[in-house]
Structures are given as C-alpha cells and as structure tokens.
Nanobody, 123 residues
Framework: QVHVVESGGGLVQAGDSLRLSCAVS????????IAWFRQGPGKEREFVAG???????YYSDFAKDRFTISRDGAENTVSLQMDSLKPEDTAVYYC?????????????????WGQGTQVTVSS
C-alpha cells in the first residue's frame, strides 16, 4: 500500500518562506511522478508544482517564480520550497503520486494522496 505523508506546514507572515516535505513509501512503481496541489477555502484543488520521474519540473504560473520543487537526498522524498509567500497562498497543500513519467497538472491522474498540510499566510 502506498503511503504519502506531508509535513512542514504552518503559520507565517507575508514575505516569509516555508519548506514542505513529502515522503512516499510502499510503492513498487519503476517510474513515478510526484506533484503538489493546494486547496484554498472554497476553492477547487489546483496544481502547484510537479516533478517527473526524470526530474523534469513543472510549475503553475503563480508558483514558477517563488516555489521550487526538488528531490531530497532520500529517493522517495520531495520538497517544495516556498518563498515570498502571500496571503493568497493560504491553503491545504497536498502531495500526490502517480505511476508514470510525467507530472501532469490534472489531479484526476494521481492515484495516491497525502492527508495534506495547512499553510496559512497572514498579511
């Protein structure tokens, strides 16, 4: 059974930074992609950033200049470094995993999700 566990959320002020981590275990995929999504209050879950099986990165427009997704030293751990945070970044951030190479932006293609970690940015 695949387990996806996020950590690193919290309450910060506008302009601060946070680093989220995602640990994936229990899978037998030879290739897999990992992505971060977020869901703000009353909003749809949206794509934030993704990392393909070949370490190609994908970003949404709002994330590309402020967020960085990367694979940590441990093979099954991926981080999301978020800088210059804004109040509109307030959301529950979810890590997700899909079997395959490409980190698609469509949440429907992801089979395994973590419970989410809350990020709150005060103004």
């Amino acid at each position: 059974q695949v387990h996806v566990v996020e950590s690193g959320g919290g309450l910060v002020q506008a302009g601060d930074s946070l680093r989220l981590s995602c640990a994936v275990s229990g899978h037998t995929f030879s290739e897999y992609a990992i992505a971060w999504f977020r869901q703000g209050p009353g909003k749809e879950r949206e794509f934030v950033a993704g990392l393909s099986a070949s370490d190609v990165t994908y970003y949404s427009d709002f994330a590309k200049d402020r967020f960085t997704i990367s694979r940590d030293g441990a093979e099954n751990t991926v981080s999301l470094q978020m800088d210059s945070l804004k109040p509109e970044d307030t959301a529950v951030y979810y890590c997700s995993v899909r079997k395959g190479v490409v980190a698609t932006r469509a949440k429907e293609y992801y089979d395994h999700w973590g419970q989410g970690t809350q990020v709150t940015v005060s103004s």
